[in-house]
C-alpha cells in the first residue's frame, strides 16, 4: 500500500523549472507538517522545504526564493515549484508527512512517499 505518492519528476537544464505533486491516498494521515526532502548519491537526505497547515512555510538555504512548497488541503495535494534549477538540486525528492506540527527533521517523519527523481543537467 503505498499511501503518499509523488510524480512530477524528470530531466531538466539548468535555470529551468519543475512541479512536483505528492497525492495523500491514506485516511486518516498524517499530514498536519507535510515536507519534501531529497537525497543525492553518497549523500544523507536531508529536508527542502515543509508547510504546516495552510500556512507556516519553511525552507533549506540551499533552495529559498527558488522554492516554493503548497498544499491543497481539499485534494490532499502537496506540491513544491522548483526554478531555477541547477545540477545540485539533482537529487531523489520524497514527500513526507508527520502528525507534529514540525517535520523538518527526518526523525519527525511518519510517513515517506516513495520518490521521485529529478535530475538536472549543466
Known amino acids: 500500500q503505498v499511501d503518499l505518492v509523488e510524480s512530477g519528476g524528470g530531466s531538466v537544464q539548468a535555470g529551468g523549472s519543475l512541479r512536483l505533486s505528492c497525492a495523500v491516498s491514506?485516511?486518516?494521515?498524517?499530514?498536519?507538517?507535510m515536507a519534501w526532502f531529497r537525497q543525492s548519491a553518497g549523500k544523507e537526505r536531508e529536508g527542502v522545504a515543509t508547510?504546516?497547515?495552510?500556512?507556516?512555510?519553511t525552507y533549506a538555504e540551499s533552495v529559498r526564493d527558488r522554492f516554493t512548497i503548497s498544499r491543497d488541503n481539499q485534494k490532499r495535494i502537496l506540491y513544491l515549484q522548483m526554478n531555477s534549477l541547477n545540477p545540485e538540486d539533482t537529487a531523489m525528492y520524497y514527500c513526507?508527512?508527520?502528525?507534529?506540527?514540525?517535520?523538518?527533521?527526518?526523525?519527525?517523519?511518519?510517513?515517506w512517499g516513495q520518490g521521485t527523481q529529478v535530475t538536472v543537467s549543466s
Open positions: 491514506l485516511n486518516p494521515a498524517p499530514t498536519r507538517c
Open positions: 513526507a508527512g508527520s502528525w507534529s506540527r514540525y517535520c523538518s527533521g527526518r526523525y519527525e517523519i511518519n510517513k
Open positions: 508547510i504546516v497547515g495552510e500556512g507556516r512555510t
